[in-house]
């Protein structure tokens, strides 16, 4: 709501919400803000069930149950984000916001035409050219270039191999170059110099999320907030540990001991949930151990201060 009335786009996550949170979220944001805003959802496809997988991962957590006195027979299953879905567009429809967003790809095109129907524009996520361009031939009104400094999951859909994909500075002229479509650059983008550079680089937006991690109104944890000020912020990975595809965040102390990338983590979304006990006795602790500490390259400019400051200082790059 903060970034919508200061002048910018305001994001609501909505891939960890319920149908019942996720209404109740957008009619306290439609009553908040007049301003626009945009409804973020995942689109990945449900994993198959694989019990081989998912004994692999609690047999490698294990170790780690015993030495919190956890019991490793209760280790919770289950998937936890949930993609895009016809009962999601039901809610989405009565507040018709002004653009939806998606990650990993787009939902079905009967489900986008009916995004589109009552005039929602719709942008998502690419990691490569090839990904922007199928974005764009599937109807997206803009594509967001998601180079590989950004915090959080990539947003990668059409290819898993990670040595294709590119840094901001590379994909963003890339995407100029070849759509015809705004292309919004997104990756380690924090200050108006920033802004300046990717506009230069041909953008026609950006959009930043790092930069808002210590905002006054970020429900960011009192540990994540902790790691941001500190040196932690300067080594960051992608892992596919805590969730099961490669996101971006600090390197913490199981990324450490078992590689920030495994075959061990099962199919996304399914690593997190034996990772909850884990992480609610670690911060207990005051660890972080297993906490996703999402966090991009560039968190320079992560400061405890209003979102409203935040954006005023990115728009000053326009
Ligand atoms: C903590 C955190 C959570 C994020 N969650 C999402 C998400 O739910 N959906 C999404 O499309 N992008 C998500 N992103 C990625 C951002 O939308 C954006 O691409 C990225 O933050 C831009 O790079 P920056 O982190 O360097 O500013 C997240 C980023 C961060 C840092």
């Given at each position: 709501m903060a970034v919508c009335e200061a002048g910018g786009l305001g994001a609501l996550p909505a891939a960890m919400l319920s149908l019942e949170q996720l209404d109740s979220e957008l009619a306290q944001l439609s009553q908040k803000t007049k301003a626009p805003f945009n409804v973020n959802f995942f689109c990945h496809a449900t994993p198959e069930e694989d019990p081989t997988a998912l004994d692999r991962w609690h047999e490698a957590l294990k170790p780690y149950y015993q030495e919190f006195g956890l019991d490793p027979r209760q280790m919770p299953q289950g998937?936890?984000?949930?993609?895009?879905?016809?009962?999601?567009?039901e809610v989405l429809e009565a507040y018709k916001p002004a653009v939806v967003s998606f990650h990993f790809g787009l939902p079905e095109p009967r489900l986008i035409q009916r995004v589109?129907?009552?005039?929602?524009?719709?942008?998502?996520?690419?990691?490569?050219?090839?990904?922007?361009?199928?974005?764009?031939?599937?109807?997206?009104?803009?594509?967001?270039?998601?180079?590989?400094?950004?915090?959080?999951?990539?947003?990668?859909?059409?290819s898993h191999d990670l040595s294709e994909q590119m840094?901001?500075?590379?994909?963003?002229?890339?995407?100029?170059?070849?759509?015809?479509?705004?292309?919004?650059?997104?990756?380690?983008?924090?200050d108006a110099q920033g802004v300046r550079s990717a506009l230069t680089l041909g953008a026609n937006g950006i959009q930043a999320g790092t930069v808002f991690l210590c905002a006054n109104e970020a429900t960011t944890s009192r540990l994540h907030r902790q790691a941001l000020r500190s040196q932690a912020c300067v080594h960051t990975a992608l892992t596919n540990l805590l969730s099961g595809r490669p996101a971006r965040g600090m390197v913490n102390r199981l990324m450490h001991e078992m590689g920030p990338l495994s075959t061990l983590a099962p199919a996304f979304p399914l690593a997190t949930a034996a990772l909850v006990p884990l992480r609610a006795a670690a911060e207990a602790q005051g660890r972080t151990d297993f906490s996703p500490l999402w966090c991009g390259q560039n968190a320079s400019a992560c400061e405890e201060k209003p979102a409203a400051e935040l954006v005023q200082g990115l728009i000053r790059g326009f």
């Open positions: 998937a936890g984000r949930q993609p895009f879905s016809p009962a999601a567009a589109k129907s009552w005039g929602s524009r719709i942008i998502a996520s690419a990691t490569t050219v090839k990904e922007a361009l199928w974005l764009q031939s599937q109807g997206a009104d803009a594509v967001i270039a998601q180079g590989l400094e950004a915090g959080g999951h990539r947003g990668h859909f059409l840094g901001t500075f590379a994909l963003v002229p890339a995407l100029r170059r070849t759509l015809a479509i705004p292309v919004v650059a997104a990756g380690g983008i924090a």
